[in-house]
Nanobody
Framework: QVQLVESGGGLVQPGGSLRLSCAASGSIFRRIFFREYAVGWYRQAPGKQRELVAALGSGGRTNYEDSVKGRFTISRDNAKDTVYLQMNSLKPEDTAVYYC????????????????WGQGTQVTVSS
C-alpha cells in the first residue's frame, strides 16, 4: 500500500500562511498508481469529527469546504509524489490536525471512509 506522511504544520498568527505537504512513499509501482488517485486533505479539531477540507481528482477537479474557499488551494506535484495544501489568510477556526489520504475514485475522497490514516500534522492559528 502507498504510505502517506503529512508535514508542514506549525504555529501561525491569524492572517498568516502555511503550506502542508503529503508525501507518498513505497515501491515505485505504488507511487505510480498514486499519481492516478484522487487525493484529499482533512482536518480534525478537538472534540470534532474529521472533515474534508479539499479534494483533488486525478483529472484536476477540485472541491473545497465552504469555509476555506478562496483561502486554501490543493495541488500536487507528481514528479515528487507529493500533494500540497496551501493555506492563506488563516483563522483561529482553522486550528486542527490535518491529514491527507487518497483513493482510486473521486467519490471515495468525498466519503472519507478510509481504513487507515497517518499521524497528521498540527496546525495552530493563534495570536
Amino acid at each position: 500500500q502507498v504510505q502517506l506522511v503529512e508535514s508542514g504544520g506549525g504555529l501561525v498568527q491569524p492572517g498568516g500562511s502555511l503550506r502542508l505537504s503529503c508525501a507518498a512513499s513505497g515501491s515505485i509501482f505504488r507511487r505510480i498508481f498514486f499519481r492516478e488517485y484522487a487525493v484529499g486533505w482533512y482536518r480534525q479539531a478537538p472534540g470534532k469529527q474529521r472533515e474534508l477540507v479539499a479534494a483533488l481528482g486525478s483529472g484536476g477537479r477540485t472541491n473545497y469546504e465552504d469555509s476555506v474557499k478562496g483561502r486554501f488551494t490543493i495541488s500536487r506535484d507528481n514528479a515528487k509524489d507529493t500533494v500540497y495544501l496551501q493555506m492563506n489568510s488563516l483563522k483561529p477556526e482553522d486550528t486542527a490536525v490535518y491529514y491527507c489520504n487518497a483513493g482510486p475514485r473521486y467519490d471515495s475522497i468525498i466519503q472519507g471512509d478510509f481504513g487507515s490514516w497517518g499521524q497528521g500534522t498540527q496546525v495552530t492559528v493563534s495570536s
